[in-house]
């Protein structure tokens, strides 16, 4: 069965600090995977996806995660946090039937001024 | 304007009672889903229909039953409601091999 772990419940960064969020996945072939974002009260957005090719994804809002099939990661980098970004994190791997979408447990990020 | 629609927004229930929570997508996708978000367990997947006329069970489906009323409407019934069930809930709608992506504003569910 698939999974992703998640294994920082809690970041805080100074704004204009670089960030990386770190997501390991289980899947048995070439997964799909994703990272979003959450505010506070809202649904999902899309940051960014990796389905094969290039390693490194860019994402929106100047996000950007990189694969590593031998680490079994996904991990979600940024240069310089603005204080905007603080919200929750969730990474997400897909199964090859595009049927079934498994999210981690979150990260919640929190960008100190 | 493309996007999935959840109704209602919020509910209160009491324990005994059933509800049906409607979600409606127009991207005429194929994929729809029903997740629940509870603190510090992300979302897990309650069900999901791979195309219109089937629905195949997920992570925790105890409690729920669906119907995929055609390919826009996916619906969720409680039809005895617990306060285990408690959460917001999700609908989405995704498009072949997760080209697209739409996460309904969410319902959030108390159950007293």
């Known amino acids: 069965a698939q999974s992703v772990t998640q294994p920082d419940i809690h970041i805080t960064v100074s704004e204009g600090a670089s960030l990386e969020l770190r997501c390991n996945y289980s899947?048995?072939?070439?997964?799909?995977l994703f990272w979003y974002v959450q505010s506070p009260g809202q649904g999902l957005q899309l940051l960014l996806k990796y389905f094969s090719g290039d390693t490194l994804v860019q994402g929106i809002k100047g996000f950007e995660a990189e694969f590593k099939r031998s680490q079994s990661s996904f991990n979600l980098r940024k240069p310089s946090v603005h204080w905007s970004d603080a919200a929750e994190y969730f990474c997400?791997?897909?199964?090859?039937?595009?049927?079934?979408?498994?999210f981690g447990t979150g990260t919640q990020l929190k960008v100190e001024l | 304007n493309a996007g999935v629609t959840q109704t209602p927004k919020f509910q209160v229930l009491k324990t005994g009672q059933s509800m049906t929570l409607q979600c409606a997508q127009d991207m005429n996708h194929n994929s729809m889903y029903w997740y629940r978000q509870d603190p510090g367990m992300g979302l897990r997947l309650i069900y999901y229909s791979a195309s219109e006329g089937t629905t195949d069970k997920g992570e925790v489906p105890n409690g729920y039953n669906v119907s995929r009323l055609n390919k826009r409407e996916f619906s969720l019934r409680l039809e005895s409601a617990a306060p285990s069930q408690t959460s917001v809930y999700f609908c989405a709608s995704i498009g072949y091999s997760y080209n697209e992506q739409f996460f309904g504003p969410g319902t959030r569910l108390t159950v007293l």
């Open positions: 899947y048995g072939a070439t997964p799909y």
């Open positions: 997400a791997v897909g199964d090859g039937g595009g049927n079934k979408l498994t």
